[in-house]
């Protein structure tokens, strides 16, 4: 192991430990805020939705892709990629944040198991989307400090959980965006 590779990758923990609580907090945090609450007059921003899922799709594909680059030898590739689905990953996130301060929560209406599945998948897909920003920072740093065994390791880990969060985004759309209003 080249301790200067790894001792660069640890300048980054701190970054990593602060965005991984201050993320998920700050999203939590701003779902709860309503805009008009504060005597905001804004549009309700109701048509986000259709484009974050599909950002989540693209996500999901942008993600396979890198993957495949990586595999074929393609580094450079596999970088942009991976920097370009963290870039859309961000993009959601402030969509998603910017929709829920301007629009009510749509209630999921269906009936029966679809109702179960669909909290199923949701209440998997909110948990993970919370425990992968940790494990997509560790492994982009350690890809860009050039620690490529380590890299590969977490990204192993990595890549099922970020794509999982990916695509059970449009999952969840798909299943909630009849009871849009």
Do not use: C
């Not at 074929?72 to 961000?90: D, M, P, Y």
């Not at 179960?116 to 919370?130: A, D, E, P, Q, R």
């Not at 860009?144 to 890549?159: G, L, M, S």
């Amino acid at each position: 192991m080249n301790t200067e590779n790894l001792q660069e990758e640890k300048k980054y923990n701190k970054w990593i430990v602060a965005l991984s609580i201050i993320i998920p907090v700050a999203v939590a945090i701003l779902f709860g805020v309503k805009l008009k609450d504060y005597g905001i007059d804004v549009e309700p921003l109701t048509f986000l939705p259709p484009i974050y899922a599909a950002i989540n799709g693209i996500t999901a594909i942008v993600l396979v892709l890198a993957v495949s680059a990586i595999k074929k030898g393609k580094r450079k590739q596999h970088e942009n990629l991976i920097k370009f689905a963290i870039t859309l990953s961000v993009l959601f996130l402030v969509m998603y944040v910017a929709y829920h301060m301007t629009s009510d929560s749509t209630k999921y209406g269906g009936e029966g198991v679809l109702r179960y599945i669909y909290f199923f998948i949701l209440i998997t897909h909110i948990l993970l989307s919370i425990v992968v920003i940790p494990f997509v920072l560790i492994t982009y740093v350690r890809g860009i400090t050039n620690n490529i065994e380590r890299h590969k390791k977490i990204a192993k880990i990595t890549f099922p959980l970020w794509l999982y969060v990916a695509v059970t985004g449009v999952i969840v759309y798909i299943m909630i965006s009849p009871y849009y209003v």
